[in-house]
């Protein structure tokens, strides 16, 4: 089964600021790897899935890119409302599931 | 638009079965192919997948869980269900429902906003 390790696990920045979330796979997922965004008491919100391809309605400040076994987020101007804890995530092939990191958390500075 | 709601109770002993509904509303759970998963948080943890069931009743469970876990469609309540037996304290946590993106069955892109368990007697 894949692991995914994400670093950092806490991001300090101010908003405006360009920030850089990296996702690493312990073997080559292809670019079978996604982005959620999570915020208290809210529901998880994917951004961009197949790696580089961003959801309906996400707005292009975040991009995603990478393939193999390593991976970033780029929030490219941080927003007040992006402040929150972010996922990436694989589906494994067998057993079938899904995997997760365990998270970084983007706080204001 | 779909949106998903979970529900059931908030507080269960130990050794008894959880049970928890998600409702889907805006579409029929019928339609269209997808997967339909459970999710939780424990408190300062991350995301675990607990199992998926697809829209033909096919069901996939994760391992470390799959002993105890059911999952169930019911598509004339729109609704799909999850059973988890004889809990403890370790399934403390926030229970989510989420539905796979149309055509793809690797990401999820419509969730619910979640329902907090507490395993207490």
């Known amino acids: 089964e894949v692991v995914l390790t994400q670093s950092p696990a806490t991001l300090s920045l101010s908003p405006g600021e360009r920030a850089t979330l990296s996702c690493r796979a312990s073997?080559?997922?292809?670019?079978?790897l996604a982005w959620y965004q999570h915020r208290p008491g809210q529901a998880p919100r994917l951004l961009v899935y197949?790696?580089?391809k961003r959801a309906t309605g996400i707005p292009d400040r975040f991009s995603g890119s990478g393939s193999g076994t390593d991976f970033t987020l780029t929030i490219s101007a941080l927003e007040p409302e992006d402040f929150a804890v972010y996922y990436c995530?694989?589906?494994?092939?067998?057993?079938?599931?899904?995997?997760f990191g365990h998270g970084t958390k983007l706080e204001i500075k | 638009q779909v949106q998903l709601q979970e529900s059931g109770p908030g507080l269960v002993k130990p050794s008894q079965t959880l049970s928890l509904t998600c409702t889907v509303s805006?579409?029929?759970?019928?339609?269209?192919?997808?997967?339909w998963s459970w999710f939780r948080q424990p408190a300062g943890k991350g995301l675990e997948w607990i199992g998926r069931?697809?829209?033909?009743?096919?069901?996939n469970k994760n391992s470390s869980l799959m002993r105890r876990v059911t999952i169930s469609l019911d598509t004339s309540k729109s609704q799909f269900s999850l059973e988890l037996s004889f809990v403890t304290a370790a399934d403390t946590a926030v229970y989510y429902c989420?539905?796979?993106?149309?055509?793809?069955?690797?990401?999820?892109?419509?969730w619910g906003n979640g329902t907090s368990v507490t395993v207490s007697s």
């Open positions: 995530q694989h589906r494994n092939n067998w057993p079938p599931g899904y995997t």
């Open positions: 073997q080559s997922v292809s670019n079978f």
């Open positions: 197949d790696a580089s």
């Open positions: 069931i697809h829209t033909d009743g096919d069901t």
């Open positions: 989420a539905r796979t993106l149309p055509n793809s069955y690797y990401y999820m892109d419509v």
């Open positions: 805006g579409d029929s759970i019928s339609r269209g192919v997808f997967y």
